[in-house]
């Protein structure tokens, strides 16, 4: 077979399709929506401001043609993830932020940076372009929030850690379902990032073995930025549901972090609920452990692998955060099992904290990282149909619900 699926080589419609509006009839409601949205944004809340964008987004797309809309993704955001990238390794994000909101010109940064002065020109140039720098001059530039937040580990390492080293595994995404029959992939064996790499290791493997660990750290580190946490009483009675008749023994295990990373999440919990009775135990892989620097004393670190038995018996509860979506139902299937085995009857509660994927207008944030999961780990954002088939009745567990 060729680079396209042979049954549909013929185009069907007129090329001139390419130069009009993509939804010319959606352009007056989307404009007076985004109209009145702006009349209110000042004593809205923030979920205005957020439907605010989600329709400003939706009429720009309108009124673009698919010529239009071709070119920002083939040169415009391309080349911005290019530049932005540049500019997190290059450290332009952190030394614009340090001089503060005065212009700052082109030839100024790059001695700075020690980097030529023609290319910096080049790349900032284009971030302007794509509005996310403020040009004042000729070669002189303004920064604003975004470029400022690039300076933040939690933002601008993200794009270093998961989306210029294993890009690849995205952009050959169509070549690896075309010699696969075009079949939803689960092989958490198979993924696209081994094809376009060639390699066996997996994202985390291959974005440690890489030099971007740290960086993808940063990136997980600032992941729920903007969220609600779970544990905040209006999201998950903590008190009234874990404390409240918890062994209050000090050797007693109260919650194990599966998986957890850096320790984010038990940091956060320790930090809101000092006083919670017994151990607060972070688990995962050596390679992650011997990365953390600084963990409050309070915690302790424990190397595992949930794929094999669960050390730790009968606790309060097991918080799994954000992991399962990186692998498909039969390696999930073992997870869960490994924490059932571990779990005292009556007792023990699984905290799965991971989006859900609603059945109709999904928000573009989950269906971009399903793509991620789709291209980077051959697994996927569920909806509720998927997580209920797969703790209930492959993993033999009751979803409670509060």
């Known amino acids: 077979m060729g680079a396209e699926n042979a049954e549909y080589h013929s185009c069907p419609d007129d090329l001139s399709i390419a130069t009009h509006s993509n939804i010319a009839e959606a352009v007056p409601k989307l404009l007076n929506d985004v109209i009145k949205g702006v009349n209110n944004l000042n004593h809205g809340t923030d979920e205005d401001r957020k439907d605010m964008v989600i329709k400003c987004r939706a009429l720009a797309r309108a009124l673009e043609t698919p010529r239009e809309t071709m070119v920002d993704h083939c040169w415009g955001q391309i080349g911005a993830i290019a530049a932005i990238g540049f500019g997190v390794d290059s450290g332009l994000w952190v030394l614009m932020a340090q001089n503060g909101d005065k212009p700052q010109k082109v030839t100024d940064l790059a001695v700075g940076l020690g980097v030529d002065t023609k290319l910096l020109g080049r790349v900032m140039r284009h971030v302007c372009a794509m509005g996310l720098l403020i040009e004042v001059g000729e070669d002189e530039y303004r920064s604003t929030n975004y470029t400022k937040a690039l300076s933040l580990p939690q933002i601008g390492h993200g794009y270093l850690g998961v989306t210029t080293c294993t890009a690849a595994g995205t952009l050959k995404f169509h070549e690896f379902s075309r010699k696969r029959g075009w079949v939803n992939p689960t092989n958490s064996h198979d993924t696209s990032l081994m094809y376009a790499y060639g390699t066996e290791k997996n994202v985390f493997d291959w974005v440690?073995?890489?030099?971007?660990?740290?960086?993808?750290?940063?990136?997980?580190?600032?992941?729920?930025?903007?969220?609600?946490?779970?544990?905040?009483?209006?999201?998950?009675?903590?008190?009234?549901?874990?404390?409240?008749g918890a062994d209050s023994s000090p050797d007693a295990p109260f919650l194990v972090d599966v998986g957890g990373n850096m320790g984010h999440d038990l940091t956060r919990f320790h930090s809101r609920y000092p006083n919670a009775p017994g151990k607060l135990i972070l688990q995962d892989l050596p390679m992650m452990i011997h990365q953390i620097k600084d963990l409050?004393?309070?915690?302790?670190?424990?190397?595992?692998?949930?794929?094999?038995?669960?050390?730790?018996?009968?606790?309060?509860?097991?918080?799994?955060?954000?992991?399962?979506?990186?692998?498909?139902?039969?390696?999930?299937e073992s997870i869960l099992a490994r924490v059932k085995e571990a779990m005292k009857p009556g007792y023990s509660r699984l905290l799965i904290n991971e989006n859900v994927v609603p059945h109709i207008g999904a928000h573009w944030e989950t269906t971009g990282l399903d793509m991620l999961m789709l291209t980077l780990f051959s697994s996927e954002e569920r909806t509720s149909t998927a997580w209920y088939d797969l703790i209930e009745r492959r993993a033999g567990l009751r979803i409670a619900k509060c």
């Open 296 to 332: 409050d004393p309070a915690i302790i670190r424990m190397e595992y692998d949930f794929h094999q038995e669960q050390p730790v018996k009968g606790a309060r509860a097991y918080y799994i955060h954000s992991t399962l979506h990186n692998w498909p139902d039969d390696v999930c």
């Open 208 to 244: 440690h073995d890489s030099g971007y660990g740290k960086h993808l750290n940063d990136y997980l580190g600032g992941y729920n930025l903007g969220r609600p946490c779970w544990m905040d009483p209006d999201v998950y009675p903590v008190k009234e549901i874990l404390i409240d």
